[in-house]
């Protein structure tokens, strides 16, 4: 473990993500290929920091950035005071509160880059699962963050000990691939959560739980069956006051035999589709914003570094 040299500098890249995918509620995500790019060089001096894409003009630029509270996070965790000076620059292609993930994405890449700024690799084991960890303790759930550290499918729950998070991360079938509809409007998670009962009938866990179990054969295995896989009972009825337009598309394209479901907790909407079908679908719609990033396969990284002295 090296401490902060002036000049050190490093870049990161992070992909979007998608959740639930339906039934797999604060379980099951799907890392998208679009991308926030962080780049950060330790000053010695103050913090500085420039947005550029989404958010900007609207996020916070001092110490209230996620950027930055979430490297706090992790240099906490690692025991190390947070540089005197820094000096970063975010340039976000996630669209913020469409449910593709943008807070998991930040927050991942600030601890990535934190952690990168420190030491050599993050890309072994052990240090992906710390961001993982901390990354899902930040958000409160892990779908989204899992993805954004992992790529690809990801599948995750809380240890039984208390120990914190577990992810797995299932063989994608080469097959499909993801439709987002993305719309003016947007809807803070926090606000989608807090519409959310705190109990649902056994008959709504019970049926969910099933489509659930299906999902992981439908994306790993059988995408035929990724129209029965996506049904969810728990979520997004209950959300549907909240995003009333999305969900009148999801059932729409449900009608028309896409498994179709809200992204995250809105109100952008996923399509899993096949290769069969991607553009049939992409057609269907000039209300909404419509992008077909594919599945992005690696998780956040770190794509350019050096300890050039200039500050
Ligand atoms: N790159 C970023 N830099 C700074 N703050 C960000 C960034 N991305 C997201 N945020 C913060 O997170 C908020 C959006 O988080 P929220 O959880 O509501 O939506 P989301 O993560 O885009 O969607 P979902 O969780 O449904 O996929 C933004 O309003 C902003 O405050
Ligand atoms: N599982 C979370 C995802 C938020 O993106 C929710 O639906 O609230």
Redesign the pocket.
């Known amino acids: 473990m090296q401490h902060f040299s002036p000049g050190r500098s490093v870049s990161v890249r992070v992909p979007a993500s998608s959740?639930n995918l339906g039934p797999g509620f604060d379980s099951i995500g799907l890392a998208l290929g679009v991308y926030?790019d962080v780049e950060a060089t330790v000053t010695g001096d103050e913090l500085q920091i420039t947005v550029e894409g989404h958010?900007a003009g609207e996020?916070p630029v001092d110490d209230g950035?996620?950027?930055w509270r979430s490297a706090c996070i992790m240099w906490a965790a690692l025991d190390l005071t947070p540089p005197k000076g820094l000096r970063l620059h975010?340039r976000?292609e996630?669209p913020?509160?469409?449910?593709?993930?943008?807070?998991?994405?930040?927050i991942v890449a600030g601890m990535a880059m934190a952690l990168a700024l420190v030491q050599e690799d993050i890309d072994d084991a052990e240090s992906l699962a710390l961001i993982n960890r901390l990354a899902a303790d930040a958000e409160g759930h892990p779908d989204?963050s899992s993805a954004s550290v992992y790529g690809g499918c990801t599948i995750s729950w809380a240890d039984d000990h208390g120990r914190g998070w577990q992810t797995i991360r299932p063989a994608l079938h080469p097959q499909i691939r993801p439709v987002l509809f993305v719309p003016a409007a947007t809807l803070?998670?926090?606000k989608?959560r807090a519409a959310l009962g705190a109990s649902v009938p056994l008959s709504a866990a019970a049926s969910t739980a099933g489509r659930a179990a299906l999902l992981t054969e439908a994306l790993t295995r059988s995408p035929e069956l990724l129209l029965p896989a996506t049904r969810d009972w728990l979520h997004q009825e209950a959300r549907r006051p909240a995003y009333e337009r999305s969900m009148e598309l999801v059932d729409r394209l449900r009608q028309q035999g896409h498994a179709a479901t809200i992204s995250?907790?809105?109100p952008a909407v996923l399509v899993l589709s096949t290769t069969d079908h991607a553009d049939p679908i992409a057609e269907l719609t000039d209300e909404w914003r419509v992008l077909t990033p594919g599945v992005a396969d690696a998780g956040v990284r770190v794509v350019s570094r050096s300890v050039a002295s200039t500050v």
């Open positions: 959740a926030d958010g996020v950035h996620l950027v975010c976000n996630i913020h509160s469409r449910g593709l993930g943008s807070s998991a994405a930040a989204n803070s998670t926090d989608a995250g907790a809105g």
